[in-house]
T-cell receptor, first 115, second 113 residues
């Protein structure tokens, strides 16, 4: 079964540093998403991406965040200057169609710890 | 935006019993309702979903029911097994969006022997 892969699985960074989280969506999927989950809390939408541009973003996705598809396979989330409250599990997802949740496949996540 | 409420937050059942988790949503235009299972430290995995044109869907021991009038949907797990122990999240499309899912707060299900 096709998978969404994410690297690294765990990242520890100092407050104020930049981090880049990487994702390889399923190859025939066209829509890509980032969600985050603070420990013990619900999964929260950050951003959706299609055709090399952001489709939608949440209020969490402020100027410190950016997404990019630098080549034909990777989809990245960059946090420019990390804060303690950015510590969370970040999940990438992809789907064939822009339909809310239909066909979503989540990656295994990157646990970001900001110290 | 869409508001998804989920109850209970924790649920403990004995092996073999049934478990029911309920969610309500606020946007009457929502038309797709997935349920995700998340084991500790792992990704959310879709276990069942339902579209608004049906009232019930079943897949072996798992079923989902939808009441559009009342704007609530429920997950039913019958003959629970220890491997059903996990956190379960319901979700619904956010109002006025094409790509955003709003998740419930999760239910931690513990199946005891």
């Amino acid at each position: 079964e096709p998978e969404v892969t994410q690297t690294p699985s765990h990242q520890v960074t100092q407050m104020g540093q930049e981090v880049i989280l990487r994702c390889v969506p399923i190859s025939n999927h066209l829509y890509f998403y980032w969600y985050r989950q603070i420990l013990g809390q619900k999964v929260e939408f950050l951003v959706s991406f299609y055709n090399n541009e952001i489709s939608e973003k949440s209020e969490i996705f402020d100027d410190q965040f950016s997404v990019e598809r630098p080549d034909g396979s990777n989809f990245t989330l960059k946090i420019r200057s990390t804060k303690l409250e950015d510590s969370a599990m970040y999940f990438c997802a992809s789907s064939e169609a822009l339909s809310t949740g239909v066909g979503y496949t989540f990656g295994s996540g990157t646990r970001l710890t900001v110290v | 935006g869409e508001n998804v409420e989920q109850h209970p937050s924790t649920l403990s059942v004995q092996e073999g019993d049934s478990a029911v988790i309920k969610c309500t949503y606020s946007d009457s235009a929502s038309n797709y309702f997935p349920w995700y299972k998340q084991e500790l430290g792992k990704r959310p995995q879709l276990i069942i979903d339902i579209r608004s044109n049906v009232g019930e869907k079943k897949d072996q021991r798992i079923a989902v029911t939808l009441n559009k009038t009342a704007k609530h949907f429920s997950l039913h797990i019958t003959e629970t097994q220890p491997e059903d122990s996990a956190v379960y999240f319901c979700a619904a499309p956010a109002a006025g969006t094409a790509s955003k899912l709003t998740f419930g707060t999760g239910t931690r299900l513990q199946v005891t022997l």
